[in-house]
T-cell receptor, first 106, second 119 residues
């Protein structure tokens, strides 16, 4: 099985800060990588698909990049409503998720 | 509107069984890759069972031989039959839709249903 290593596991940043989360795959997964946001008590919400494509309706401050084994998710200017936990997910074979990154406001 | 609604969760004793349902509206379940994803309290996400549009199914090693995913095309419902339940199966279970051509990305997700395995 392909393992996804996500870091950091948590972060605290100020409103307006640029926030970056990384996800590393245990083997080459091309661009088969998605990003989700989950707020407490809610289901995950798709933000980015195929590594860099912004889902319709998602604010443009969210972006993704990478291919192969190394991927990056960025929030260009953190907003209060962005608090939650973010997960990467690959789909090169049986899908697995990264461990998650909890984002808080400082 | 494309929507998924899970039901069937609850409290079950270790060794017991439970069947979860995921009722779909706005699209055809059998035309898509569908998945069950679970989340233990305070922990991350784990994909446990998937079914492709061609009917082939796969399960995570943690549930292989105990969980079965299926669908009823006439009712447009996805199921997860869970047997020999263990304490570590306690989680919120979500169903989610993949793509028509394969896994892809998951959207939408249901609201989740809580399964508690405890005596």
């Amino acid at each position: 099985d392909i393992q996804m290593t996500q870091s950091p596991s948590s972060l605290s940043a100020s409103v307006g800060d640029r926030v970056t989360i990384t996800c590393q795959a245990s083997q080459d997964i091309s661009n088969y990588l998605n990003w989700y946001q989950q707020k407490p008590g809610k289901a995950p919400k798709l933000l980015i698909y195929d590594a860099s494509n912004l889902e319709t309706g998602v604010p443009s401050r969210f972006s993704g990049s990478g291919s192969g084994t190394d991927f990056t998710f960025t929030v260009s200017s953190l907003q209060p409503e962005d608090i939650g936990t973010y997960y990467c997910q690959h789909y090169d074979d049986f899908p697995t998720f990264g461990g998650g990154t909890k984002v808080e406001i400082k | 509107e494309v929507q998924l609604v899970e039901s069937g969760g609850g409290l079950v004793q270790p060794g017991g069984a439970l069947r979860l349902s995921c009722s779909a509206s706005g699209f055809t379940v059998s035309a898509h890759y569908m998945t069950w994803v679970r989340q233990p309290p305070g922990k991350g996400l784990e994909c446990v069972s998937v079914i492709y549009s061609d009917g082939s199914t796969y399960h995570a090693d943690s549930v292989k031989g105990r969980f079965t995913v299926s669908r009823d095309t006439s009712k447009n419902i996805l199921y997860l039959q869970m047997e020999s339940l263990r304490a570590e199966d306690t989680a919120v279970y979500y169903c989610a839709r993949g793509q028509t051509w394969g896994v892809g990305w998951f959207d939408p997700w249901g609201q989740g249903t809580l399964v508690i395995v405890s005596s």
